[in-house]
């Protein structure tokens, strides 16, 4: 069968390779991908966000499964266009995407159903955030309602950085009409894990546990980033954690979707923050995290594409995931000045050697091919991604591969993997 894939970062990449090992994978696209993908699919120049484009080029194809990477498209429908042309399709329908698209969505669902979560109030004018703030004082946590491009959440150590942060939001709209509303929510401390079910509207498989270094530096310092690397399993994850996860927030999460009338279909990309042993919801994701994907297709024995097809039609139920038994882990090799300003079009060398090393498979996020050579064309970059026995051994094999690359333009944390190495 034709299966497009949706997107052009690290995730697509590695879901792409995980299709097309499908035996029931025909011919694969993907749009609109990048240079690593399109060694192993057919890139079609559409833009993520065009809706029409896809849609129209999925049914000219008689594509049979559209799998929709990130969440920008799906918050904006792309799921229901596609289902309303007839075409079957991975992810979640608007309604349920808003549990990504609305912070404050997700936070009523929690509060209706007893899902943990962090204690919060929802204001759509500043000063009753800022009167809540006073009451509740500092260190508080103040977001944006809508998409901010993972820039619009902010912690505030004291209540003077929550007043501005409202100001930020609300009175200078730095995220748009993403800010009309705020979230004030309590500080929570504890351990960060990213947990991922695959769900087909009724019924929840749980994927193997992951954790992302979002910290731009090596030492969780510096500003926050789409995610810097990532690695499975996380020890954090016990499997003890992981029932209570199903059992307290994804399970009553699933079953609150359906009583609401929007039932979720796709993945579920809990962020957990765990302290002494319990798990409470950071926030949720309709997609795949990337980079967590990467390390997580790595260690999937099943075939990916069943399990998605399983998804759309609503028959989890006959899906069991299978998994390796070893580790992996990514390091995401980034353009110099990410996640601030930098700059595109340096070359890349080394690749090949890099995918040599034992283990290692390089998946790719903003790279084009230009003439014979791989240039950077975005943020970040690639995504050298490595299995081995423990996390310590992907983690010296990622590294080594690294160390393969020639790209004086890019820079990545040499400290991936230090939570559960250092356990
Ligand atoms: P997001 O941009 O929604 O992925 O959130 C970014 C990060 O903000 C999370 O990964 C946490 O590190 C942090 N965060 C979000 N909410 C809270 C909270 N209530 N308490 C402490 N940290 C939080
Ligand atoms: N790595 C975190 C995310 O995908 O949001």
Redesign the pocket.
């Known amino acids: 069968m034709k299966i497009l894939v949706v997107g052009s970062g690290g995730r697509e990449h590695a879901l792409c390779w995980a299709i097309a090992k499908s035996p029931r994978c025909g011919k694969l696209y993907c749009a609109p991908g990048n240079a690593g993908i399109a060694a192993i699919a057919k890139c079609v120049p559409l833009d993520a966000m065009d809706i029409d484009g896809i849609v129209r080029f999925a049914a000219e194809n008689k594509i049979s499964l559209v799998v929709v990477g990130p969440e920008g498209p799906l918050v904006a429908g792309l799921v229901d266009r596609l289902e309303a042309a007839g075409i079957r399709a991975f992810g979640p329908r608007a309604n349920a995407a808003a549990l990504e698209g609305s ?1 404050g969505f997700m936070k009523d669902l929690c509060e209706k159903y007893a899902i943990p ?2 204690e ?1 109030q929802r204001f759509d004018e500043p000063a009753a955030a800022k009167e809540y703030i006073r009451r509740k004082g500092a ?1 508080i ?1 103040v ?1 944006a309602d809508g998409l ?1 491009a ?4 902010i ?1 505030c150590r004291n209540e003077l950085e929550a007043y501005a942060a409202v100001d930020h939001i609300m009175v200078e709209r730095a995220f748009g009409g993403a800010g009309d509303e705020v979230i004030v ?5 504890g351990e ?1 894990a990213s947990f991922f079910a695959l769900v087909d509207g009724v019924r929840a498989v749980p994927l193997v546990s992951a954790q992302d270094h ?1 910290a731009a530096y090596d030492g969780d310092e510096g500003p ?1 980033t789409g995610g810097m690397g990532a690695y499975s399993p996380a020890p954090v994850v016990t499997a003890a954690i992981a029932k209570t996860v199903m059992n307290t927030i994804i399970t009553p999460t699933i079953e609150g979707m359906a009583a609401e009338g929007c039932a979720y279909k796709g993945v579920l990309f809990a ?1 957990l ?1 765990i302290d002494k042993g319990v798990p409470k919801l ?2 949720y ?1 309709v997609r795949f995290g990337d980079p967590e994907c990467q390390p997580l297709m790595l260690r999937l024995k099943s075939d990916l594409l069943e399990a998605l097809l399983a998804c759309a039609d609503g028959s989890l139920d006959k899906v069991t995931l299978d998994w390796h038994s070893d580790a992996a882990l990514t390091v995401v090799m980034a353009a110099k000045g990410y996640p601030g300003v930098y700059e595109k079009g340096s070359e890349i060398r080394g690749l090949a050697a890099a995918n040599a090393v034992e283990g290692v498979t390089v998946f790719h996020a903003g790279t084009k091919a230009a003439d014979d050579t791989i240039i950077a064309n975005g943020g970040r970059v690639l995504n050298v991604t490595a299995r081995g026995k423990t996390v310590a051994e992907a983690q010296k094999r990622a590294y080594k591969a690294v160390d393969a690359i020639d790209w004086p333009d890019g820079f990545c944390r040499r400290d991936i993997g230090w939570r559960a190495l250092k356990r």
């Open positions: 912070k979560t962090a919060f260190p946590v977001k901010a993972g820039k619009g959440v912690l929510e309590e500080f929570l401390t960060e979002k926050n962020g923050m950071l926030e994701n």
